[in-house]
């Protein structure tokens, strides 16, 4: 079976940091690209990050390059998200994602985590 768990989210004050992990199992993990998406209340999904499998090259979306680092740990079946200088604007559920492509649109990926709740306070 094919699970993937997100954890890390939180509250967090503006400017703070939180580091969301997320544990792969049932599949082999380094034939995949990674990804992590983010969900606000009332907008569409949206891509945040994603990392190849091929040659671990790495995509952000505008609104978190500078703030934001994707790393995938092959060895322990998980994927990370380093999120910095946190705003609330940033506040979302954040997914991961697994699929054959490192894209940033969120219907190419095949498998999904169940999500994280980030909050940022002003």
């Known amino acids: 079976e094919v699970q993937l768990v997100e954890s890390g989210g939180g509250l967090v004050q503006a400017g703070g940091s939180l580091r969301l992990s997320c544990v792969a199992s049932?599949?082999?993990?380094?034939?995949?690209?990674k990804g992590w998406f983010r969900q606000a209340p009332g907008k569409e999904r949206e891509g945040v990050s994603s990392i190849s499998h091929s040659d671990g090259s790495t995509h952000y979306a505008d609104s978190v390059k500078g703030r934001f680092t994707i790393s995938s740990d092959d060895a322990k079946n998980t994927v990370y998200l380093q999120m910095n200088n946190l705003k609330p604007e940033d506040t979302a559920i954040y997914y991961c994602?697994?699929?054959?492509?490192?894209?940033?649109?969120?219907?190419?990926?095949?498998?999904w985590g169940q999500g994280t709740q980030v909050t940022v306070s002003s």
């Open positions: 994602a697994v699929g054959e492509v490192a894209t940033m649109v969120w219907y190419e990926y095949d498998y």
């Open positions: 049932g599949f082999t993990f380094d034939d995949y690209a």
